[in-house]
Structures are given as structure tokens and as C-alpha cells.
């Protein structure tokens, strides 16, 4: 999948990604809300895994690259859920929207331009709802979700069943958005 934004281009990754996403999925202040940082190996099973579930569902977490001058900046995208759902997780409805950047791109609302890309393109394929969750500690990502327009929805909090009891990033929330295409427009009865 392709979409386009104002400065991004979101696209299917390519090999020359792979050493760039290493380098974000390593980078212990980028991980600062995750569990650990990952290794060269872990990211490059993270790439696969996005690369053979898109050839599954026609989208997953993709690249994301500056249109000016293609610079590789993370990933941004949709996912389905079936494997948190098999993890564990409670199964909110099936799919999830993500980001990762680079913390050289941060503040400039990237990730919120991109994933309004990826958020119309879920509309326009009719997926009623696209799911988001994080840390609770994860207050950036979810100030990301609310500048989409996400909704805190606070009945399906969980804690991250991976991480021990007391665990300072177990507790997750989760936002939702609903197509908006799905809501029935009404004439106004009686309106003049
Ligand atoms: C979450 C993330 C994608 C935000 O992307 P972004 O393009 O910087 O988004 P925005 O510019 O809209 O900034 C969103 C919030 O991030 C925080 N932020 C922005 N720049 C920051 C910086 N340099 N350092 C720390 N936090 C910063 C602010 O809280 C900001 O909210 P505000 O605009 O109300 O001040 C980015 O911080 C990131 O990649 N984080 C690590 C990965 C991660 O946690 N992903 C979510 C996994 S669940």
C-alpha cells in the first residue's frame, strides 16, 4: 500500500529500511516506555513478519520516508491483531493503529499526519473501528492518538500480561476511533 501526505510517503519497506528501523528499535530513550530495546535480529523479525502480513491483508506497519528528500524516518500503520489477541490481550476489535519514529523527527506531528493517511484509507476499505493502545506511561503516543481524534475508552484498560505484577509499564490503555461513514445521516424531521 501507498498513500501520501503532505511530507510523508507511507510504502511497503524495502532492504535498504532494515538497518534504520534496527537503529529505532534499539535506541533505549526511542524504547523508553517498552519493556527493552530490540535487537538487529528481533527488528528484522518485526520488518518480516509486517512484510508477510501485508501480503496476507493488503496493509500492516509499513515505512514512512520524508517526501522532500526520502529520508527513512520509522514506521507508521495498521495491523491486525490476531496475534495479541493470541498473546492474551482482551480482543477489542481487530485492528490497531501504530507508530515508531525516529527520535530525530519527533515534534513536528509526523506521526499524527501519517496516521490520518492510514485512518482514511482504513475508512475507505470500511473497517467499522481502528484500535490504538500503549503503556499508560506512554504519554506521547497518546497524545498522537488523541490528535487523530481517538477516544480514551477507559472500560478496556488491561495490563500487559508479559510484564511482572508490579511492573511500571504493565498497566495499557486504549483509544478507539469508529469509521465515520458508518453513522446512518438522518434528515432533520420537522427542520424548515
Ligand atoms: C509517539 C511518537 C510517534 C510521536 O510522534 P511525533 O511525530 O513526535 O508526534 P507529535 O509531533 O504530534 O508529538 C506528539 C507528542 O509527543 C511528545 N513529543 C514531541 N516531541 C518530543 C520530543 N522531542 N521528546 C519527547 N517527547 C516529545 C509531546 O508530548 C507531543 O505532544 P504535544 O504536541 O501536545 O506537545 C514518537 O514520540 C515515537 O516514535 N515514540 C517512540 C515509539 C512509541 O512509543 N510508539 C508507540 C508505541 S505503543
Do not use: C
Not at 528484522?44 to 496493509?59: H, S
Not at 503503556?135 to 508479559?162: F, H, L, T, W
Amino acid at each position: 500500500m501507498n498513500l501520501m501526505t503532505e511530507r510523508l510517503i507511507l510504502r511497503p519497506w524495502e532492504d535498504k529500511d532494515r538497518i534504520p528501523m534496527a537503529g529505532i528499535y534499539g535506541d533505549a530513550h526511542v524504547r523508553r516506555f517498552h519493556p527493552k530495546v530490540l535487537t538487529v535480529e528481533e527488528a528484522n523479525v518485526k520488518i518480516d513478519l509486517a512484510i508477510e502480513r501485508a501480503l496476507t491483508n493488503g496493509f500492516d506497519f509499513q515505512a514512512a520516508e520524508l517526501k522532500g528528500s526520502g529520508e527513512f524516518i520509522g514506521m507508521i500503520g495498521l495491523a491486525v491483531l490476531a496475534e495479541a489477541v493470541q498473546a492474551g490481550l482482551p480482543s477489542h476489535r481487530s485492528v490497531e493503529i501504530g507508530w515508531f519514529l525516529a527520535k530525530e523527527h519527533w515534534g513536528q506531528g509526523l506521526a499524527p499526519e501519517g496516521a490520518r493517511a492510514w485512518l482514511d484509507y482504513a475508512w475507505s476499505i470500511g473497517m467499522p473501528e481502528v484500535v490504538a493502545f500503549t503503556a499508560r506511561e506512554n504519554a506521547p503516543s497518546q497524545r498522537v492518538m488523541e490528535k487523530i481524534g481517538m477516544i480514551y475508552d477507559p472500560g478496556s484498560d488491561y495490563e500487559n500480561p508479559e510484564l511482572g505484577e508490579s511492573h511500571w509499564l504493565r498497566p495499557q490503555v486504549v483509544y478507539r476511533k469508529q469509521n465515520p461513514n458508518f453513522f446512518e445521516r438522518r434528515p432533520i424531521i420537522g427542520a424548515r
